[in-house]
């Protein structure tokens, strides 16, 4: 059976794209003839639009976080300020009409929550029925996420079905499959073959260093630290972040320093490390988890990425450095506790779900049937 399928991401940071792609690629592996739209839905509707609403939430994380944290606990707490979704169904719903009208989906697909309150409304008041699809990237259930009209919830972990169900979502539409994410995070790698091939020390501690999709953070500094005083290997991803880049590659006298930039081989850049220190992206956090890599917590963006910092803290596979000048001192104790790092691991593999993708595939497959 064929799909036709519209994935709805929103282009802020990599993770949404990432989980998009991952479930499209499942979806096509499961029926080659199926046809899938991915749409980055402000550029799609309005390319100004999509300059303000992505521009404004970059200047707002990047210059004053708190005020973006503000507004996510004054929704988080049913207080909805403005009804994003509502205003925005007004002012996009045509050209989202058109698209739907044209293509005729059989299933809508979202990897981030303004569209899915959009395309809610929009069922809602134009009468349209094609199933829903809601694919929770975060380890929370924010508000945005909840809507009337959404067929299928898809959550991160069995923990996550309770808020949903606090909101009076049915238990039949909620399914625990994880965060997607891509394919060669399922596969088996060997340390020490792809230490080789990547050219690295295969004895040596080693860090990898990711800034999510932004390669935000205070990286630049972080790592001359590391490599004045530590003996570590270093990796650093830089994501679409040149500048971060080109300054770390001039320290790349001191051969413990490998520089990435966009990586899409992040599975084996995961597998060569010991040890991850990242931004808690719910994607970012899904993908060290699939690979089994205790997670060292440097400066969450209040909101979504707040809460997942506390959820992995909880889950015992985390630990959160709260000030960089700390960090190094963290960084050596917990590489002196072997006891610390194969419980990080092992609870890792508890809640590791490598095959969300797939999972997610399936069930979309499945709600288009019925």
Known sequence: MSLKTLIFSVSIG????????????????????????????????????NKVVVGSYMETI????????????????????????????????????????????????????FPVG?????????????????????????????????DLYIVPQEDLVYPLLKAEVDSKSIKVHGIP????????????????????????????????GLGLGQIEKIV?????????????????????????????????????????NVAELMAAADI?????GGVTTAEALAMELPIVIISPLPGQEDRNTEYLLNKGVGIRVRNEEYLINEIYSLCQNPLRIKHMKEMAAQLKRP????ETAKAIFELSMH
């Open 224 to 264: 001359k630290e590391l490599l004045e005083e530590t003996e570590l290997q270093i990796l650093v991803v830089t994501g679409s972040n040149e500048k971060l880049k080109k300054n770390l590659s001039l320290l790349k006298g001191n051969n413990s320093l490998h520089v990435f930039g966009f990586a899409e």
């Open 62 to 113: 990047k210059f004053t976080p708190k005020v973006w944290g503000y507004l996510y606990t004054q929704a988080e707490e049913g207080d909805r300020l403005v009804d994003i979704g509502q205003i925005l169904s007004k002012l996009l719903s045509p050209k989202l009409e058109k698209l739907l009208r044209d293509f005729n989906p059989d299933v809508l697909v979202c990897t981030h929550a």
């Open 181 to 212: 994410i891509r394919k060669q995070f399922s596969e088996t790698y060997s340390q020490e073959e792809i230490r080789k091939s990547l050219g690295l020390e295969i004895s040596k501690k080693t860090l990898l260093i990711m800034g999510g």
């Open 118 to 150: 959009i395309l809610s409304k929009l069922k809602e008041t134009k009468n349209i029925n094609i199933p829903l699809v809601a694919c929770i990237t975060d380890f929370t259930v924010h508000q945005f996420w909840v809507h009337p009209k959404v």
């Open 276 to 280: 991850l220190i990242t931004k808690p």
């Open 355 to 358: 095959k969300a993708a797939y």
């Open 14 to 49: 990599a993770g949404h794209d990432s989980v998009a792609k991952a479930i499209a690629q499942e979806i096509k592996a499961k029926s080659t003839d199926s046809d899938i739209i991915i749409v980055d839905t402000f550029k799609y509707i309005n390319p100004i639009l």
